[in-house]
């Protein structure tokens, strides 16, 4: 061998080392002693705050400091309890709404309510007063308040919303939905191994092992965020355990199918896991650094919740990798051959040279049929691809704030019973923050918009240098009328000589994310290209090839958004909240390239002895079952994130769950192999593969590695 392959030789040597195997196992378990307490305090690191946060730069959120520096004591989020009789109010429902506005206020931030706010129509009140204390307290008293609500005259219907009743709707639907997940996670996971290795023993050491993988994961992730200042929400805390038991299993699944591969053709299991290991890990290697570097692109985004996703994916991405090429391959070998039972590999000395491709019938008539007629399969391919684009059709970006959960929550039905007998905008006004000598001006000119339904008296800083106007919208504050209406606003107020006037608010919030998102999309996704692409031409040492895969998984990529459209459509979540596109696109060509990687790589190394026709067939022959289970396993482990409450993770386990099974079975299957098979060597330039003057090798070469210690 040469000398730049031994390091490689080593590591192939280690894990399945008669000694060294006991020491990784021992390893581990001393590293999961001290990872698995760390683990558990992932939920305590949480910073949900920055799910919905927006760069410093963005004009809301400079509203916000300037509101919390200028009105440091009425920053505590607003509740709003809404009280509807449809049949007009009577004296015990104004009775009711006293009794109540008495009783909260030991709950309001300064200790008093204003009077309620009737509808026009009479047949509605609103107590608005802003919730005191810090987040415990806030809880135990929305708790109390909607216990109070409950308690009302009958047919009177009450409600509590605003940024208070929501904040609370949000910790209730996500209690407990981390062991869930979890838990989802790991029954899918081992239901789908149980049905591929169809042994009672072989499927519980890939699950524990990408378990302790998640563990380790965690533990890291913990650490990055207690001292490290790494930004960790529930968004990407769920992410992380999907990727970590959807990667780590496809790791598992291509080294456990290689090493049944050399089990046949070695006598010893710790040489057969040795030539296992080394002829895989390159694969797996460049798996999961394409994965970890595309994931690591996202720290070049803006938007706060889409930057962190990246390091937190990225760490549970490396975590996979290292249990799945040394953890993994030490249990393996340290159980043996019966693990397999009742389908034990034997070792045979006609397995030496003997083609495994005969043990793959169902793919190699696949392999068959693409192989006779390349052109036609690949141009009915990707026609069906492009037919498919078209349901992208159904979706629309904007995902409006009543839509975000599953399933009915009070905050949601109070702010629809508030539209009905209010003007749309009465509860989330634009607010506009103003230097106090400029008040009337300002005032003046946010009147004059169209689409501003009033405009509140301007209410003065402690410090008297700025005040803070309420404007209410005419129309619904998520609606594009609204939008609209703070665009023109801005520029009316901006307007304005020596005001220093800014416009924040939740439609305003909306404006500014949109931009944010905008952006993040004109420079990740151009980034996430660059990187696969690179990491492509490294491996393969061509160019044709590495255009042609990220191709394909772009065109993966659009037509998977098309069948997300018709299955979001007909499941009614075809509104997508605006950091979708920009995740899934991410998830999608990274976790896709995976498998034309592990096709790709294998046909190199095919091309090598059997040329490029007969090597580009064989490796489709004997990688397609492997990497069809992988592809199930992934796009089932995605899918596992529908259990929890949130429209937009139903939205991304339907993007990336659909997305990877067009890549598992059309794009990985038939579109590049027969595209491969189309251009023939060409496929390889400028490799020696390319070149007429290559001759490949006339036997496939049966591989030694010593064993290490």
């Not at 790991?186 to 239901?191: D, R």
Request: with cysteine; proline share 6%; charged share 15%.
């Amino acid at each position: 061998m040469t000398s730049h392959n031994e390091p490689r030789h080593r590591l192939a040597g280690l894990a399945p080392g008669r000694r060294s195997k006991y020491a990784l196992l021992v390893f581990w378990l001393v590293l999961i002693a001290a990872a698995g307490p760390l683990a558990i305090k992932l939920t305590e690191v949480q910073d949900n705050d920055s799910l919905g946060a927006l760069p410093a730069t963005a004009e809301a959120s400079r509203a916000v400091e300037r509101a919390e520096e200028a009105f440091p004591d009425s920053q505590k989020p607003l509740a709003v309890a809404v009280y509807v009789r449809e049949s007009g109010l009577t004296d015990a429902d104004h009775a009711k709404v006293d009794a109540d506005r008495a009783a909260f206020a030991r709950y309001a931030d300064g200790g008093q309510l204003p009077p309620p706010v009737p509808s026009e129509d009479g047949q509605a009140l609103l107590l608005s007063f802003p919730v005191a204390g810090d987040a415990d307290q806030r809880a135990e008293a929305v708790a109390d308040i909607k216990g109070h609500l409950e308690n009302a005259p009958t047919e009177l219907r009450t409600a509590l919303t605003g940024p208070a009743g929501a904040e609370d709707d949000v910790f209730d639907a996500f209690a407990g939905m981390d062991t869930t997940l979890l838990l989802a996670t790991a029954a899918t996971v081992a239901l789908l191994l149980l049905v591929t290795y169809r042994s009672p023993a072989l499927w519980l050491i890939p699950l524990i092992t990408v378990a302790l993988a998640n563990q380790l994961a965690s533990a890291v992730v913990y650490l990055l965020a207690r001292h490290a200042g790494l930004a960790v929400d529930f968004q990407s805390q769920s992410i992380l355990t999907v990727l970590v038991f959807g990667v780590g299993v496809d790791y598992a699944l291509l080294l456990i199918a290689r090493y049944r591969e050399e089990l046949r053709r070695h006598a010893d299991r710790h040489a057969a896991m040795a030539v296992a290991l080394r002829r895989s890990i390159g694969a797996i290697g460049a798996s999961a650094a394409t994965v970890a570097i595309g994931l690591l692109c996202l720290l070049a985004a803006d938007l706060p919740s889409t930057r962190g996703l990246g390091p937190v994916g990225a760490v549970g991405i490396a975590a996979a990798f290292l249990a799945m090429t040394t953890l993994l391959p030490a249990v393996l070998v340290i159980f043996g051959r019966w693990l397999f039972w009742p389908f034990v590999p034997q070792y045979s000395p006609d397995a030496v040279g003997l083609d495994v491709a005969a043990e793959h019938g169902v793919w190699r008539r696949i392999a068959g049929f693409v192989g006779r007629r390349p052109r036609p399969v690949w141009l009915g391919t990707a026609t069906v691809l492009v037919a498919l684009t078209f349901g992208i059709g159904n979706l629309s970006i904007g995902m409006p704030g009543d839509e975000s959960f599953t399933k009915e929550v009070g905050s949601v039905t109070g702010q629809r019973m508030i539209e009905a007998h209010y003007a749309s905008g009465t509860v989330s006004p634009a607010e506009i923050l103003a230097a106090a000598d400029s008040a009337d001006q300002v005032v003046a000119a946010a009147r004059t918009v169209p689409g501003v339904a009033e405009v509140g008296a301007p209410e003065a800083s402690p410090d008297g240098r700025w005040v803070r106007v309420a404007a209410v919208l005419a129309h619904t504050p998520d609606s594009d009328a609204a939008l609209a209406t703070v665009e023109r606003l801005r520029a009316a107020v901006h307007a304005v000589p020596g005001a220093q006037a800014l416009v924040g608010g939740d439609t305003a919030y909306l404006i500014d994310e949109e931009r944010t998102v905008g952006r993040d999309n004109r420079v990740v996704v151009p980034l996430v290209l660059a990187v696969v692409f690179v990491i492509l031409v490294l491996l393969l040492r061509a160019l044709v090839a590495p255009l042609l895969l990220l191709a394909s998984v772009v065109l993966s990529y659009v037509a998977a958004m098309g069948a997300a459209g018709l299955v979001l459509d007909a499941m009614g979540y075809p509104k997508l909240f605006v950091g979708i596109p920009l995740q899934t696109f991410l998830f999608l060509v990274a976790l896709g390239v995976d498998y034309t990687i592990f096709l790709a790589t294998r046909a190199r190394e095919e091309t090598a002895r059997l040329g490029h026709r007969h090597g580009v067939l064989h490796a489709l022959t004997v990688t397609g079952g492997v990497i069809t289970s992988a592809g199930v396993v992934l796009a089932a482990t995605f899918g596992a994130l529908s259990v929890l409450p949130l429209v937009p993770s139903v939205q991304t386990a339907v993007i990336i769950g659909v997305g990877v099974l067009l890549d598992t079975f059309l794009i990985r299957s038939l579109l590049v192999p027969a595209l491969a098979l189309d251009l023939g060597p060409r496929t390889w330039w400028p490799s020696a593969l390319a070149r007429p003057a290559f001759r490949p090798v006339a036997a496939p070469p049966v591989e030694r590695i010593p064993v290490g210690p």
